[in-house]
């Protein structure tokens, strides 16, 4: 004698079963999801107490995709530093983006400490490296004067710096390279002062 579950049985079988998977599934997914915090967490403990070991006093946050630092030195300097997710702009570097050029996403840093600050972007074009050295020598002549200056170039790579050292010290960076993708151009801007 065969026994045969009725089709609702069955059915109701089949549902159970396609759900239990699916909550399994979401409860991997949950635990990747805990897990991934509380590394996130750990590492975050970790960074603070290589800053704090010193007298040094910092929060340090990973959850926005880049690195988040702040606090006190160890000297009761105020700091804060914004590594890889730092929306930089023009007017905190003192040079305009290049026309067309775009951010490139997790590339940006900002850092303040005390009176020190510094900038840096990367940015990212379709034009050639030639012609946004040439765009960028343009934008910085005549601002050399009383600094050191340096325009050099090798192996297709473009140096523009200017550094001033009074009144406080200040330095501008241009470097432009070839795409390593495509054509076009990586453009890495950086801005730094202070006393």
Request: net charge negative; aromatic share 2%.
């Amino acid at each position: 004698m065969s026994t045969r579950l009725p089709r609702t049985a069955l059915l109701t079988t089949a549902l159970a079963a396609t759900l239990c998977t699916g909550l399994l599934a979401g409860c991997g997914k949950v635990a990747d999801s805990v897990s991934e915090a509380a590394s996130e967490k750990a590492a975050e403990k970790m960074i603070e107490a290589q800053i704090n070991q010193n007298g040094g006093n910092a929060k340090v946050d990973l959850s926005s995709g880049g690195v988040t630092a702040e606090g006190t030195d160890e000297n009761g300097k105020a700091f804060k530093m914004e590594m890889g997710n730092a929306k930089v702009t023009e007017q905190e570097l003192g040079l305009p983006f290049y026309p067309g050029a775009q951010p490139v996403a997790d590339k940006g840093t900002r850092m303040r400490n005390g009176e020190m600050t510094m900038a840096t972007v990367e940015l990212s074009s379709d034009a050639e490296p030639q012609k946004v050295a040439e765009w960028y020598r343009g934008q910085l002549k005549g601002r050399g004067e009383g600094a050191t200056v340096v325009d050099s170039s090798s192996n297709g790579e473009l140096q523009l710096m200017i550094v001033r050292d009074k009144p406080v010290q200040e330095s501008m960076q241009v470097h432009v390279t070839a795409a390593s993708e495509g054509g076009g151009s990586t453009i890495t801007l950086m801005h730094s002062s202070g006393k």
